[in-house]
């Protein structure tokens, strides 16, 4: 008889997976670095965001790891600002998770305090259901993407630390409903503040900006 045993795969991935975020967390933390894990769906605004934040954040020495399936189009944009930008591409995986940001980590050189902004891939499913060793989970959504995205993708919700409801600037153009959106936001997370932004018109990033300073301790 053969001893057959049943593992649950999933479980032991994402355990595996916590236990070298909880490292790279400690380690971000000891070099004064405040990970910022950036999530959102494609197109969202996830870079226009960290582009606006980081101009805001003057003082405040910034890092960023590009996340994407393939190119570099974002990093080379932040690092023709000045933005120390370290590019991971997963050629196909569909989220960021914590060894590869260990990996990204291990050979950035942080020679200043600062806050490292991390651009998960863009999808609003699987980058939740993985920690990278951040210390605040940004989720980036928009008013063109629907009102009804918190019913049909709790998880990212339920988890975000921050919540920036960008485009504002389209929203005279399209029919979302603000108090839909809000009530299924507020039965996943009661806490996490909501902001609504725009990086056309600069809506809404000092109060990001300095929701950020504050949590990172600045
Ligand atoms: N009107 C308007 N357009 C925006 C806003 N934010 C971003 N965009 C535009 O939306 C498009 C996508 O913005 P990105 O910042 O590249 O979005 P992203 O989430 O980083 O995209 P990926 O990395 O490809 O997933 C760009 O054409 C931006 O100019 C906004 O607040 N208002
Ligand atoms: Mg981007």
Redesign the pocket.
Known sequence: MHDIRKINVMENIHDENDHIASHVREDLTEKGIFAINVM??????????IKGLIEKLRGITPYVIEG?IESDI?ARALRALGVKTFQINTFGACHLDAPLVHNAVGNMEFDEKGVLFI?N??NLVCPAEFSIGEHALML?C?VTEGSDKPYKYPLAFEKADLILL?????APHLDFDEAFFMKGLRALNKDAPVIK?????GEGFDEAAAWIAARAGR
């Open positions: 959102g769906a494609p197109g969202i605004g996830k870079t226009s965001a994407d974002d651009e891939i863009g980036i928009s960008n485009k504002v600037d389209l932004l725009s990086a056309k018109t």
